[in-house]
């Protein structure tokens, strides 16, 4: 869930390289949520007699990372730093998932997707950076700083189907 938890470790998705957490010890993080809330989802479908509980917990989740974690600023979502209660406004391929939940509102995938054509942040010949291609301090070809990945890419592509960028999935 979004809280502060103290067995809650920024690392722990993997992109453990990522400039997402060179300064955070603690993170609300899409792709987290995005998960979980993807989760919730199809348990709901999965068991009929539970799915008014696990739409609940899929609604719920949805309206918190639309609270905390959406920077209208950027476009996209990012990280929520806990301990300094601030947005990291660090753009990164996690900030997609959300779509792949359906967290987003139509309004807020229409602005995701403009980042897609963006040469300056994820419009590259490849899809979709781990981290967007204008955060000149931190983007290398070194792991999470930069490099496509294809799991992540994959389900950045499943978000845009669901809501209807056919042509940018499969690009």
Not at 40 to 51: G, I, T
Not at 67 to 95: F, H, K, M, P
Not at 138 to 167: C, F, Q, S, T
Request: include cysteine; aromatic fraction near 12%; hydrophobic fraction near 35%.
């Amino acid at each position: 869930t979004i809280e502060a938890h103290k067995n809650c470790r920024s690392g722990e998705s993997g992109m453990d390289n990522s400039p997402r957490f060179d300064c955070a010890l603690q993170l609300d993080a899409p792709d987290f949520n995005a998960f979980l809330a993807f989760e919730c989802e199809q348990l709901a479908a999965f068991l009929p007699q539970k799915r008014d509980y696990w739409l609940r917990h899929h609604k719920r989740l949805c309206n918190l990372m639309n609270e905390r974690l959406w920077s209208e600023n950027q476009g996209l979502y990012v990280d929520y730093d806990v301990r300094n209660n601030t947005r990291t406004e660090i753009l990164s391929s996690a900030g997609f998932l959300p779509l792949y939940c359906g967290a987003a509102t139509p309004e807020q995938a229409a602005r995701m997707a403009r980042h897609l054509t963006d040469p300056e942040t994820f419009g590259t010949p490849l899809r979709v950076p781990s981290i967007a291609r204008n955060n000149a301090t931190a983007y290398r070809k070194d792991m999470w700083r930069g490099p496509v990945w294809v799991n992540i890419n994959y389900l950045i592509a499943l978000g845009l189907e669901r809501y209807g960028y056919h042509d940018l999935s499969r690009n």
